[in-house]
């Protein structure tokens, strides 16, 4: 028997909590690219959720200036941006704030889902993802800054 | 008469995003102090703050916002005490709600639904 979160349209619900974070809750203009952009990603927030048939990560890349942009909107200015440490902090909260969001959907989905605690890598790397689990990659350009969401997820006893 | 409040949250930058979201609520609120976690919240609480409405985060270290409710309902505190938490579900309100929080805001908030949720507590 199919899984219950199969009729997940996970593009959408991803996207539809990007802009419920960004647009909503902070104001900012978000547009949707049809491909990434961004030729140096250098900082993530990550999320993970899991549950019982459902699990995956939720990933926010971007460069350095796009994450001082969401600092900045996170912030409300950017007198705080001198310590690095707030930019990395916004991010894990922006990735927070989106990990609660989705949760919500994939709960109203009838598949209840935990999310973990956020964290943030900076830095050039690879990833590299399990096998058996879907990418879901969106691009968007937030206040002139693109900014590529990532959803590493599985759906368990698929058939 | 305007309302104190206690933004009881690890995430500095969470603490400023409530404090902004706050003061833009359109809601009469006086001064704002933070905590980082349960226990810096009761040593606040217990050092005779003027607090008349608390917002607390879910997860933290050291003592979770449950636990701080608990905590401070059994010490006997009765301002209210709202969860402001990406903690959801029917099972996790029921948990606030015995230990003896007033409220729920799940993030990610609008100022809106922070202005509807803490409507009944703040004057406007």
Same mark, same amino acid.
């Given at each position: 028997?199919?899984?219950?979160? $199969?009729?997940?349209?996970?593009?959408?619900?991803? +996207?539809?909590?990007?802009?419920?974070?960004?647009?909503?809750?902070?104001?900012?203009?978000?547009?949707?690219?049809?491909?990434?952009?961004?030729?140096?990603?250098?900082?993530?927030?990550?999320?993970?959720?899991?549950?019982? +048939?459902?699990?995956?990560?939720? $990933?926010?890349?971007?460069?350095?200036?796009?994450?001082?942009?969401?600092?900045?909107?996170?912030?409300?200015? @950017? +007198?705080?941006?001198?310590?690095?440490?707030?930019?990395?902090?916004?991010?894990?909260?922006?990735?927070?704030?989106?990990?609660?969001?989705?949760? $919500?959907?994939?709960?109203?989905?009838?598949?209840?889902?935990?999310?973990? *605690?956020?964290?943030? *890598?900076?830095?050039?790397? @690879?990833?590299?993802?399990?096998?058996?689990?879907?990418?879901?990659? *969106?691009?968007?350009?937030?206040?002139? $800054?693109?900014?590529?969401?990532?959803?590493?997820? +599985?759906?368990?006893?698929?058939? | 008469?305007?309302?104190?409040?206690?933004?009881?949250?690890?995430?500095?930058?969470?603490?400023?995003?409530?404090?902004? &979201?706050?003061?833009? &609520?359109?809601?009469?609120?006086?001064? #704002?102090?933070?905590?980082?976690?349960?226990?810096?919240?009761?040593?606040?609480?217990?050092?005779?703050?003027?607090?008349?409405?608390?917002?607390?985060?879910?997860?933290?270290?050291?003592?979770?916002?449950?636990?701080?409710?608990?905590?401070?309902?059994?010490?006997?505190?009765?301002?209210? #005490? #709202?969860?402001?938490?990406?903690?959801?579900?029917?099972?996790? #309100?029921?948990?606030?709600?015995?230990?003896?929080?007033?409220?729920?805001?799940?993030?990610?908030?609008?100022?809106?639904?922070?202005?509807?949720?803490?409507?009944?507590?703040? &004057?406007?």
């Amino acid at each position: 028997m199919g899984n219950v979160c $199969q009729g997940l349209d996970v593009a959408a619900l991803v +996207e539809e909590s990007f802009r419920e974070v960004l647009e909503t809750m902070f104001a900012l203009p978000v547009e949707k690219l049809d491909s990434p952009t961004i030729d140096e990603l250098a900082v993530v927030g990550m999320i993970g959720l899991a549950g019982k +048939e459902f699990h995956g990560l939720l $990933q926010i890349h971007c460069t350095q200036p796009a994450a001082r942009v969401l600092a900045a909107a996170l912030l409300g200015g @950017e +007198e705080m941006l001198d310590d690095p440490a707030m930019i990395s902090d916004s991010l894990g909260e922006l990735a927070n704030m989106l990990g609660g969001s989705v949760k $919500q959907r994939v709960d109203s989905a009838g598949n209840k889902v935990e999310i973990s *605690l956020p964290s943030v *890598l900076e830095g050039q790397f @690879e990833t590299h993802d399990a096998r058996g689990s879907e990418r879901t990659e *969106l691009a968007f350009r937030v206040d002139g $800054q693109d900014v590529l969401v990532c959803f590493v997820h +599985e759906f368990k006893n698929e058939e | 008469m305007a309302m104190n409040v206690l933004l009881v949250d690890d995430s500095a930058v969470m603490r400023k995003v409530l404090t902004r &979201a706050l003061r833009q &609520a359109g809601l009469d609120i006086g001064d #704002i102090v933070e905590a980082g976690d349960g226990v810096e919240a009761l040593n606040m609480l217990e050092s005779g703050g003027n607090v008349d409405l608390v917002l607390s985060d879910w997860n933290m270290p050291n003592m979770n916002g449950v636990d701080f409710v608990a905590q401070a309902r059994s010490k006997g505190y009765e301002m209210p #005490i #709202i969860m402001v938490t990406t903690e959801s579900g029917d099972d996790r #309100i029921a948990q606030a709600t015995q230990a003896g929080a007033n409220g729920f805001i799940h993030k990610p908030f609008t100022p809106d639904r922070l202005a509807e949720a803490l409507g009944q507590f703040a &004057a406007v």
